[in-house]
């Protein structure tokens, strides 16, 4: 059974920074994609970012040039450090991972940190 465990979330004023990690755990596969997703209330959840086992990374628009995700496949941990952080980053953020086994996704979710920005 694959577990994620978040930790990082919390109360920032504007301008400030914050750090999001997500462990994954209980798979004998590896994690081919590790990434956050964000909802805001009354908003669709979406991706913020996500990084693959090889490196390579994709954001929103939204983030560019204040998020950074980066992810330590020792550990299956992947991080998102959060700068210049607006109130419009306020959302609870879920850790995604994704393992291919068999030509077959499976996809998991963690649930969720709330991360507010005040102004």
């Known amino acids: 059974q694959v577990q994620l465990v978040e930790s990082g979330g919390g109360l920032v004023q504007a301008g400030g920074s914050l750090r999001l990690s997500c462990a994954a755990s209980?798979?004998?596969?590896?994690?081919?994609?590790m990434g956050w997703y964000r909802q805001a209330p009354g908003k669709q959840r979406e991706l913020v970012a996500n990084?693959?086992?090889?490196?390579?990374?994709k954001y929103a628009d939204s983030v560019k040039g204040r998020f950074s995700i980066s992810r330590d496949n020792a550990k299956n941990t992947v991080y998102l450090q959060m700068d210049s952080l607006l109130p419009e980053d306020t959302a609870v953020y879920y850790c995604n991972v994704r393992t291919m086994v068999d030509s077959y996704w499976f996809e998991y979710w963690g649930q969720g940190t709330q991360v507010t920005v005040s102004s």
């Open positions: 209980g798979s004998r596969f590896s994690f081919n994609i």
């Open positions: 990084i693959i086992s090889g490196g390579s990374t």
